[in-house]
Nanobody
Framework: QVPLVESGGGLVQAGGSLRLSCAAS????????MGWFRQAPGKEREFVAA????????YVADSVKGRFTISRDKAKNTVYLQMNSLKPEDTAVYYC????????????????WGQGTQVTVSS
């Protein structure tokens, strides 16, 4: 098991910034990739960003490219999502996920999920 705990969500005005953190514990040696997903009210959960745990390669969804950055600190077993120039449409519950097999954009490739953290962007 790889328990994940997200933090850093909150209420911010449009144009502002937030940094989400996701701390992993347990069998972290088995983690191959980590990702961030989000789910807005009435919508399906969607991919935001992913990072290869070993090499640090990243991929970011087109909808947030240039505004969001994913990074990780292997020593702290933590992945971050830096969110800049936030827009009201970024309002969602943000979930951290870990995969023991793939560095992936697909939700089905992730084995472990955090409880989610709310991000609300006011206009």
């Amino acid at each position: 098991q790889v328990p994940l705990v997200e933090s850093g969500g909150g209420l911010v005005q449009a144009g502002g910034s937030l940094r989400l953190s996701c701390a992993a514990s347990g069998r972290t040696f088995s983690v191959v990739g980590m990702g961030w997903f989000r789910q807005a009210p009435g919508k399906e959960r969607e991919f935001v960003a992913a990072i290869s745990w070993s090499g640090g390669s990243t991929y970011v969804a087109d909808s947030v490219k240039g505004r969001f950055t994913i990074s990780r600190d292997k020593a702290k077993n933590t992945v971050y999502l830096q969110m800049n120039s936030l827009k009201p449409e970024d309002t969602a519950v943000y979930y951290c996920a870990a995969s023991s097999t793939y560095y992936s954009l697909r939700q089905d490739d992730y084995d472990y999920w955090g409880q989610g953290t709310q991000v609300t962007v006011s206009s």
